[in-house]
């Protein structure tokens, strides 16, 4: 009997398709896509596999042009009648950011899956193929759709907008650490636990790539700020300590940016929690707010960054730039 179900699995390289290369011991992308789906066993009894390939590249080599361009090549897989949902392989190092710039400019019932592997096939315990068997079992799964995207690793289920990583060896190092897992993937079944009720879409085609992000440490001064800024940046993205505070010494370089039309966002360099204009001191949150600077809620930098490069490649209005923000965390 033939499959009612088709799943695109679109290949982007990354450690599910590296192996150590003999002559310097070290992994790189080797796997071809066909070589990945054959350690996939007994898939077809699920789904109908279309094999895409986008490119064979490492985390680090991914780029905001190709997650635009991979948002175009899903967003044409997606529209499909015959396609089920869309599995997108992908590095770790980076996955958590595509996965967000997917989640944000793709509005579709259909699930898109983004996968990825802690281990090349030339160790032991290679986890590429259960974590791309999941991946294809959430994504024919009816209890998906509507969940925007979503990571499959480990046999969890998280949000794009919700997960990063937080290890860099351990198989689970995919975590939303502040509210859990959605689901796990148990004997094939996919099982969700809870939902997400705020979504937030950005609709673009284009994306701005000159936006930066600083970190937060004690006795930081400006100098990054107005590099930043003198090289040309439309936007920063600063990781504040704590609730969203930084050293008095910062506080003269955003001034700077704001004065020169550079629209800045602030973070908390923690793991979680909401960043919130609690303090009144030089340089916290409620002075730094009044100042012109918008509150980006629990993302974290990497996330802040490619939400802010999505925000104005629609518009330089710092007012709707902070609605885009702001909108489902402030009042």
Do not use: W
């Not at 699995?9 to 070290?26: C, E, L």
């Not at 923690?270 to 707010?289: F, I, K, N, Q």
């Amino acid at each position: 009997m033939k499959n009612t179900n088709k799943v695109a699995v679109v290949f982007t390289g990354g450690t599910i398709s590296m192996k150590i290369d003999p002559r310097i011991s070290a992994a790189i992308p080797a796997l071809s896509s066909e070589e990945i789906m054959s350690m996939v066993t007994n898939i077809d009894k699920y789904a109908d596999i279309e094999i895409v390939n986008f490119d064979r590249i490492p985390g680090p080599h991914m780029t905001p042009q190709k997650m635009m361009d991979l948002a175009k090549l899903v967003k044409k897989l997606i529209s499909r009648e015959d396609i089920t949902g869309v599995v997108i392989t992908h590095g770790t190092d980076s996955l958590e950011e595509t996965a967000y710039l997917l989640d944000l400019t793709i509005n579709s019932e259909k699930p898109i899956i983004v996968v990825g592997a802690m281990r090349n096939s030339s160790e032991l315990g290679y986890d590429g193929s259960s974590n791309l068997s999941a991946a294809i079992c959430t994504a024919i799964s009816k209890q998906a759709k509507n969940k925007g995207v979503l990571i499959v690793m480990n046999n969890e289920l998280n949000a794009a907008s919700e997960v990063t990583k937080t290890h860099t060896l351990a198989l689970d190092t995919f975590k939303s650490m502040e509210f859990g897992p959605l689901g796990i993937v148990d004997n094939d079944e996919v099982i969700f636990y809870r939902d997400i009720t705020k979504h937030s879409h950005i609709q673009t085609e284009k994306i701005e790539v000159n936006v930066d992000l600083i970190k937060t440490a004690v006795g930081m001064d400006s100098r990054l700020i107005k590099f930043c800024v003198d090289s040309g940046s439309k936007g920063i993205v600063i990781e504040a300590m704590g609730r969203g505070n930084i050293p008095p010494q910062m506080v003269e370089g955003i001034k700077y940016a704001l004065d020169n039309n550079v629209i800045v966002v602030m973070v908390s360099r923690c793991p979680m929690g909401r960043v919130l204009d609690t303090y009144g001191y030089e340089g916290a949150g409620r002075s730094l707010r009044n100042l012109g600077v918008i509150l980006g809620g629990n993302l974290p930098g990497q996330k802040a960054r490619i939400k802010l490069m999505l925000a104005l490649s629609v518009t330089n209005a710092r007012e709707k730039v902070k609605e885009i923000f702001e909108k489902d965390f402030y009042k």
